[in-house]
């Protein structure tokens, strides 16, 4: 078992730091440049990263769809509950998360509602007890079972439990990225990507920086808290991904040859190409319990630009990995002295030299 604990990765986060609402413009953020084999912080701006980024860079995004996947619930008895839908299977069945699990057990059904005004709008069964507490459940309008792009229509935003207030039409825009796929079944936010407009990417390509997306569909792996008090007594939820064709082939030439830097766009894209790397070639589709931890060297990204993340997270874990943890607490204490904003709709670091300072 690692020596290595969660409590490790504790840091002190004043509350009033954590963004409740995104900035005025997708591309206003604060970006924190750091450097962990100089062990150098620089104060910057998101619009800066044309002139940060070598030229030539690959740049990596997350593309993936965020889902409408919370469902309010209204149980046979009139209690409220709620569902969050992780990922179709094949029949058309969904994966999820239910409230209150005690009272959901396979064949309970609830009805699906407005949450503004209490209209039911389809039903939810309960199917089966999956592992860790999930349930298989399918939703239905009638006899007819509801797939993700119809789910999209009934029901909400899923934002994190840290964002206070419940999706508003604000959110409807800014917690998609503006490159976003049609397809994808993610339940939370590429949030590295939200800071990106077609102006910013635009000044990249006349930097020659080639532009290739990855998808991860963002489940429970990437935002379930640790409970286990060592690392190595973690799992990771389960998540898949996709490479396009076109991405791959760029990506394969760039870390055969190493002729170009290659820069992840947030935490999933990065998780996604270590774990689809073998070395030679990159595997296309696929699914990752991968959680990059202190030890693990990374074989792909260069640069890694990333949002602050919540104390205690596999994500500032994976950040502590690239950086080394003193360096890492070290960056996120300067970002809270300098009132940075934290997580989904806040402010992002740039952290250069990932590869060459992975330990």
């Known amino acids: 078992m690692s020596s290595a604990k969660r409590t490790d990765f504790h840091f ?27 062990r150098t912080l620089r104060h910057g701006l998101i619009t800066d990263l044309p002139d940060l980024v070598p030229a030539g860079t690959l740049c990596v995004p997350n593309d993936v769809k965020v889902r409408h996947a919370r469902l309010l619930l209204r149980r046979g008895g009139g209690g409220e ?27 309970r059904h609830a009805a699906v509602v407005d949450p503004r005004d209490g209209t039911e709008l389809a039903q939810l069964v309960v199917e089966e007890t999956l592992d860790e507490g999930l349930r298989r459940v399918r939703v239905l ?42 397809e994808g079944e993610a339940v939370a936010a590429p949030t590295a990507g939200l800071h990106f407009t077609d102006d ?65 766009i947030g935490t999933t894209s990065l998780r996604t190409l270590e774990a689809a790397w073998d070395g030679t070639r990159l595997m296309r589709l696929g ?45 996120y204490a300067e970002a809270v002295k300098e009132r940075y904003r934290f997580f989904s709709y806040g402010d992002a670091m740039l952290i250069l030299n990932a590869r060459t300072s992975a330990s």
Not at 24 to 30: I, K, L, S, V
Not at 236 to 264: D, K, V
Not at 295 to 320: I, K, Q, W
């Open 12 to 38: 002190d986060l004043p509350e009033e730091l954590i963004a409740q609402h995104p900035a005025a413009r997708r591309d206003a953020a604060r970006l924190l440049i750091a450097d962990p084999v100089g």
């Open 81 to 107: 509950g709620e569902a969050l839908l992780l990922r179709a299977f094949p029949d058309g069945s969904f994966e999820a998360m239910v409230r209150p699990g005690p009272k959901m057990k396979p064949g």
């Open 141 to 182: 309008r009638g006899d007819q079972p509801l797939d993700w792009d119809a789910v999209d229509h009934i029901g909400r935003l899923p934002l994190p439990p840290y964002i206070t207030h419940a999706a508003e039409d604000e959110d409807e825009d800014r917690y998609q990225t503006v490159f976003h796929a049609r």
């Open 200 to 264: 910013l990417i635009a000044a990249l390509r006349t930097r020659r920086c080639d532009w290739s997306p990855v998808r991860l569909h963002v489940g429970l792996g990437t935002f379930r808290p640790m409970t286990a008090e060592h690392l190595d007594g973690h799992v990771m939820h389960e998540e898949r991904y996709e490479i396009p064709e076109e991405t791959a082939q760029a990506l394969e030439s760039t870390l055969r040859q190493r002729n170009r830097p290659l820069m992840c």
């Open 287 to 331: 699914s990752t319990r991968l959680f990059i931890q202190p030890g693990y060297r990374l074989r792909t990204a260069d640069l890694l630009l990333t949002n602050f993340h919540l104390p205690e997270s596999t994500l500032f874990v994976l950040v502590s990995a690239v950086m080394g943890l003193d360096f890492a607490k070290a960056a």
